[in-house]
């Protein structure tokens, strides 16, 4: 019969003595500091001024005699004319010097019979500013070519229209919500790596644990007051309650990081349109100031709230998961005699959580797909996939309690193998077991 009781204190003892060190604080509190750092940092970019960083020059060198006016229309710093007394390799020795960022040509035949512009830099602005140029250049072809076919202004404006595609989603209640595909994949993903760090971060170090506490003989004297099978449950437990200690305190974090997002979202927007308004007055015949925009819709940041239901989900998977994949490696653990004869037992328990792992990027671009389904069912690999699949799409509520249920089964399965192999394992020295030692473990247990 087991003692729960005794299983309680083995539970408290693991805790304590994880929770309590210096790595766990660390880990703790510095990963949403950095995560938080190099969020801060993006956005300090993006809002930041570029005013300060110099204008990238481009010579234009324009045999059509078309080109260079309306590329000077778009931006006056960017492009300038050759000058008469300059020639192709004095332009080149500018660049080389690092005097001029380029030079653009277009030959005769460039607007007639299409051929290639030519662009010749010296690598500085990267791919950004050569996509900033390629976009102008097709833009002032596109025009000259609109105007001599002669097609009026309504269809050059119709043409030229970008007509917007709002992403909304229908959530369980049948109400439809803001939603952005693309932060939902990579949300999706980033979620499967957290279980997947959680599932072999804190599988390994239970193993080690086991393994310690075996080669030290400490666990001889362990097993004369408690029950192998009743030690193997508390130091799993422990362990999955340090595991969902850091996670939720991750969470925590994330969720008040969340609702602070839009006032200081607001704050930087704020300065950075006082800034625009600033150097954007023009004042016409009237005096009257041009309009500028005074304020930013911020409901997009809507998107980057959890729902509370999800939060659960993700316990559940997380911790049946957890309890699953760290029975076979405490099981390991107490099989062998150091980590290094540990290395040809974990290939097939290692196997499934990188398939979950890697699947995840296929789940987040088609999440409905019969690989998806299957993988979020398929216990192995349910604790990563499901978990992405449901944050990506709207997964049926059969499927989420099917994938629970076939969980729950794998892992009663898991501990019951598990504790036959660490029953037999955990006091047995010397010899390296094979998987035909463990299965005779498992047989005469």
């Given amino acids: 019969m087991i003692n729960f009781s005794k299983i309680w204190l083995i539970i408290k003892r693991e805790y304590k003595t994880r929770v309590q060190t210096k790595s766990f604080m660390l880990s703790t ?7 938080l750092g190099i969020i801060g940092l993006l956005i300090f970019i993006t809002v930041s001024s570029t005013d300060n960083e110099a204008p990238k020059q481009v010579i234009v060198i324009d045999e059509t005699g078309r080109m260079f006016e309306p590329l000077r229309q778009l931006n006056a710093n960017r492009y300038i004319p050759i000058s008469a ?23 005769q035949t460039f ?13 500085s602005g990267g791919i950004t500013f050569f996509e900033s140029l390629r976009s102008d250049v097709r833009d002032v072809t596109r025009q000259i070519r609109l105007e001599d076919n ?32 693309f932060l939902s994949s990579i949300g999706g993903i980033l979620i499967g790596v957290f279980i997947f760090i959680g599932l072999f971060g804190y599988g390994a170090i239970l193993m080690r644990s086991v393994i310690e506490e075996k080669t030290s003989r400490i666990v001889e004297i362990i097993t004369s007051s408690v029950k192998p099978i009743e030690l193997m449950l508390g130091k799993l437990l422990g362990v999955c309650l340090v595991a969902l200690t850091q996670f939720s305190l991750w969470i925590a974090t994330y969720a008040g990081v969340t609702i602070l997002a839009a006032p200081v979202a607001q704050f930087f927007i704020n300065q950075r349109m006082g800034d625009l308004q600033n150097s954007l007055i023009a004042v016409d015949a009237k005096g009257t100031a041009a309009n500028v925009p005074s304020d930013i819709d911020l409901s997009f940041l809507e998107q980057f709230s959890i729902d ?12 049946l998961g957890f309890l699953m994949y760290s029975s076979i490696f405490a099981a390991i653990g107490a099989a ?15 196997l499934p959580i990188f398939l979950g792992y890697m699947l995840n990027f296929r789940i987040a ?8 389904i299957m993988a979020s069912l398929f216990p192995l690999t349910s604790p990563i996939n499901m978990v992405t699949r449901m944050l990506v799409s709207n997964v049926p509520f059969w499927e989420v309690i099917l994938s629970i249920l076939l969980l729950i089964l794998s892992l009663i399965g898991m501990l019951l193998l598990a504790a036959r192999i660490y029953r037999t394992g955990i006091l047995m020295y010397g010899k390296k077991p094979t998987f035909k030692e463990l299965y005779k473990w498992i047989k005469q247990a």
Avoid: C, K, W
């Fill in 29 to 35: 509190f510095l990963t949403p500091l950095l995560i």
């Fill in 336 to 350: 062998v005699d150091s980590e290094q004869d540990s290395q040809q037992f974990m290939t097939p328990v290692m």
């Fill in 85 to 107: 007394s300059q020639s192709v390799d004095q332009i080149r020795d500018l660049i080389m010097e690092d005097e001029l960022d380029g030079y653009v040509f277009f030959d």
């Fill in 308 to 319: 509370p239901l999800f939060i659960l989900y993700f316990f559940v998977f997380f911790v």
């Fill in 150 to 181: 002669e097609v009026s202004e309504e269809v050059i404006a119709i043409f030229e229209e970008r007509p917007a595609l709002e992403n909304r989603r229908l959530n369980e209640t049948g109400v439809d919500e803001q939603s952005n595909a």
């Fill in 365 to 372: 671009e088609a999440p409905d797909s019969t690989l998806a």
């Fill in 111 to 123: 607007l007639s019979e299409g051929t290639p512009a030519t662009f010749v830099h010296n690598g």
